[in-house]
């Protein structure tokens, strides 16, 4: 299985970014999907995770209403789209699959590298 994750770099607070995910070497519509998040010298954190249809969402706190997850299965991707970027959002992103139901939580099947985003104020 193979999760390869796009689209972080640096952009200025209040800015936009959208990263994706494609996957491969599994039945990307049968595994819900996630988007995790590390800053320097904290823990792995849930940011989003969605359904293996795309039919449910899960968002943390800090990021409902400003962060929108979303899939294409005809793609095998899964996106994260940002808005309103502030500088706590800063951290490597990582994007999960996970066979069967996923949660707001950290517990995934498999994990991809992660994308840098960098939010400067």
């Known amino acids: 299985v193979q999760l390869q994750a796009s689209g972080g770099g640096l952009v200025q607070v209040g800015g936009s970014l959208r990263l994706s995910c494609a996957a491969s070497?599994?039945?990307?519509?049968?595994?819900?999907m996630g988007w995790f998040r590390q800053a320097p010298g904290l823990n792995r954190e849930f940011v989003a995770t969605?359904?293996?249809?795309?039919?449910?969402?899960y968002y943390a706190d800090s990021v409902k209403g400003r962060f929108t997850i979303s899939r294409d299965n005809a793609k095998n991707t899964v996106y994260l789209q940002m808005n309103s970027l502030k500088p706590e959002d800063t951290a490597v992103y990582y994007c999960?699959?996970?066979?069967?139901?996923?949660?707001?939580?950290?517990?995934?099947?498999?994990w991809g590298k992660g994308t840098l985003v960098t939010v400067s104020s």
């Open positions: 969605i359904s293996w249809s795309g039919s449910t969402t």
């Open positions: 070497g599994l039945t990307f519509s049968t595994y819900g």
């Open positions: 999960a699959a996970k066979r069967g139901r996923v949660d707001r939580d950290n517990i995934m099947d498999y």
